[in-house]
């Protein structure tokens, strides 16, 4: 199969989910073999390259840097261009994050299917995976295990003790399945109790709930209520019947499985190409996907 581009460029605004900053970026074009590049232009236009030595941090996010110059939530973004398989871009930036839009992937994959993705006179490099590998951390019990597959395949386990999450939320994905209708609408999500701990950190200061799942995990009382109502903005906030904050209706059952995927698929392109094997994760997330991808390439250096 050969590699492809955007057709034209798109531009998108916003604000970053944790700084919130305003943001406008401009996903353009790019020449086969140019890959994934993202250009701080209030920096200069400093580049910043995917790789997996490039993670800067995971703290509830991935965030890539060269030198020191740092871009932040990116999986999002990755995991649109995955889904759609587009190999080569140029992301400009005025910023220091991308705009969280609606806490999916739903509105870069519409974008690029607008613009168009064009077929270039190249062939596309993919990581196959030459035997099977497993990253464990011993400390939150999560599993990443790989096997060799001809093509992209992932099956995730979301772990919470809480009713809403159905403590072992499953979902899959192949590479021939509708990424764009059954994967990138899919929101992110945080338990109520991490809502909170992030606003005394000074963290989703972007962030709309209209664009998130949030699981009530711990008692909502008055108090709490109101502080909550007060910080997103919506008076009329509470809790649903179905353990989440009634802000929006679930996409899916297994949403938040789903968003584990997005997220997956974002995190592995850190490879700077396609994966070929069957991932299973079991309580996967930003920084243990990005571990396993440093671990994998130290185990199959010849991947890349």
Do not use: W
């Amino acid at each position: 199969m050969n590699q492809h581009t955007l057709k034209s460029a798109c531009v998108f605004k916003g604000k970053g989910l944790h700084g919130g900053l305003p943001v406008t970026m401009t996903v353009e074009p790019a020449g086969p073999g140019e890959g994934i590049v993202f250009y701080r232009t209030d920096l200069g236009g400093a580049p910043v390259r995917l790789a997996p030595s490039s993670v800067a941090s995971t703290d509830r996010s991935t965030a890539i840097a060269e030198g020191e110059t740092k871009v932040v939530t990116v999986e999002h973004l990755l995991s649109a261009f995955s889904g759609l398989g587009i190999d080569n871009a140029a992301v400009r930036l005025d910023a220091p994050e991308l705009p969280i839009l609606d806490g999916s992937a739903a509105m870069y994959v519409k974008a690029f299917q607008q613009a168009g993705i064009a077929e270039q006179d190249a062939q596309r490099r993919y990581a196959v995976l030459p035997g099977p590998f497993e990253y464990r951390d011993e400390a939150t019990g999560s599993l990443i295990r790989m096997t060799p597959c001809d093509r992209f395949e992932a099956e995730v386990t979301v772990h919470y003790e809480h009713p809403a999450l159905l403590r072992d939320m499953k979902a899959g994905y192949v590479c021939s399945d509708d990424y764009a209708g059954e994967i990138a609408p899919c929101r992110t999500f945080c338990l109520l109790s991490e809502v909170e701990f992030l606003m005394q950190r000074g963290l989703i200061r972007g962030g709309d709930i209209r664009g998130a799942l949030v699981v009530v995990d711990c008692e909502l009382d008055a108090q709490r209520l109101a502080r909550l109502q007060e910080f997103f903005g919506i008076p009329t906030l509470k809790a649903s019947q179905n353990g989440y904050l009634d802000n929006v209706e679930l996409h899916f059952t297994n949403e938040c499985a789903r968003h584990k995927i997005l997220d997956l698929m974002g995190d592995l392109l850190l490879l700077s190409r396609p994966l070929k094997a069957r991932v299973e994760a079991f309580k996967p997330g930003h920084r243990v996907n990005a571990a396993a991808v440093r671990a994998l390439v130290r185990q199959y250096p010849q991947m890349l």
